[in-house]
């Protein structure tokens, strides 16, 4: 009987990483899934069926990252989810608000393929989440846009450093299901809809089904793919 793959999902208990983490699971994959609070991350992981395992990790720690995952094996598929938004003009600047966003995002994300990159089987493949904002920036998203900037550039170096492993970028637009547009007012929703050639939001269904095709095409590698409904056409 064939061993069934392993998968890390980084940011794993809510949003479009728990919709990932339930489609890998739901194929029969062993999932470990992290998010800060371990009790809330196992909780998460035992509504995947048996056999899974919840991990607590700050990404805002990068230090702490290798021993909070000094319990995971060998890794067939690791996606790198986890996000805080971070809703900070340039003309008023928070810089702690954004230097926590960008230690995780960046620093973090960095700090686990580090740590787990000897774990990664032959033929694993990874996929970093960016975001539209790159391509299409908005008020509030100087540290978003620079941070989903960032997701490419560090997809395109651990696809050379750690070569023949994949590394693909998934760029999420306004993603239904998720607390970033449930908490937006829905005029700016709206707004949003109005220029969407789909029309409708992907959901956190659509970047899951997207994730999978990042991580099983073995020709696909150093590739950005949009899922936005096609709002960076507007």
């Known amino acids: 009987m064939t061993e069934p793959k392993h998968a890390l999902v980084i940011g794993g208990t809510a949003g479009i990483g728990l919709a990932v983490a339930r489609r890998l699971a739901?194929?029969?994959q062993r999932v470990v899934i992290t998010g800060r609070d371990a009790g809330r991350a196992q909780a998460v992981a035992d509504t995947l069926g048996q056999g899974h395992l919840g991990l607590g990790l700050d990404l805002a720690e990068p230090q702490t990252v290798a021993a909070a995952l000094a319990a995971v094996g060998d890794i067939d598929h690791l996606v790198l989810s986890a996000v805080e938004r971070d809703d900070n003009s340039v003309r008023q600047y928070d810089l702690a608000g954004a230097q926590r966003a960008v230690t995780l995002k960046m620093l973090g994300?960095?700090?686990?393929v580090a740590a787990v990159h000897a774990r990664l089987r032959?033929?694993?493949?990874?996929v970093v989440m960016g975001g539209v904002a790159l391509l299409r920036p908005y008020p509030g998203s100087t540290t978003v846009s620079m941070m989903?900037?960032?997701?490419?550039g560090m997809a395109r170096t651990f696809a050379v450093e750690l070569a023949p492993v994949r590394v693909n970028v998934i760029h999420p637009g306004a993603v239904d299901g998720t607390r970033s547009v449930e908490t937006k007012p829905q005029a700016l929703i709206d707004q949003v809809l109005g220029r969407t050639p789909a029309g409708r939001l992907a959901d956190t269904g659509d970047i899951a089904?997207?994730?999978l095709f990042m991580l099983d095409c073995p020709g696909v590698n150093g590739a950005e793919l949009l899922v936005d409904g096609g709002f960076h056409l507007c």
């Open 26 to 28: 739901h194929r029969g």
């Open 109 to 112: 994300y960095t700090a686990v």
């Open 122 to 126: 032959p033929g694993a493949a990874i």
């Open 148 to 152: 989903n900037g960032a997701a490419v």
């Open 209 to 211: 089904q997207a994730t």
